[in-house]
């Protein structure tokens, strides 16, 4: 992952996002980021070995085509909180 925006890596803002979050406790942490950031891990941790010359496919890992899940909408939340 090479993206980078004027405060650094987009990574490790997600990375610092989804902590800050979950250092608010845990009514603050947002399945959305989290979801995001497990498959920037995994992703990373796949071009890391990629590198080394192990294949990713070869364990039949993909992170390509993986399915999302959905996770309630802002507007669920806040009528749920009210």
Not at 46 to 73: A, F, Y
């Amino acid at each position: 992952m090479k993206s980078r925006g004027p405060s650094g890596e987009n990574k490790e803002y997600l990375y610092l996002l989804e902590e800050g979050l979950e250092a608010l406790g845990e009514q603050s942490s947002d399945a959305h980021v989290s979801d995001l950031a497990r498959r920037a891990r995994r992703f990373e941790e796949t071009e890391t070995k990629d590198k080394g010359g192990s294949s990713s496919e070869t364990k039949g890992e993909s992170l390509v085509g993986e399915e999302l899940h959905r996770v309630g909408s802002t507007e669920e939340q806040e009528e749920i909180e009210k």
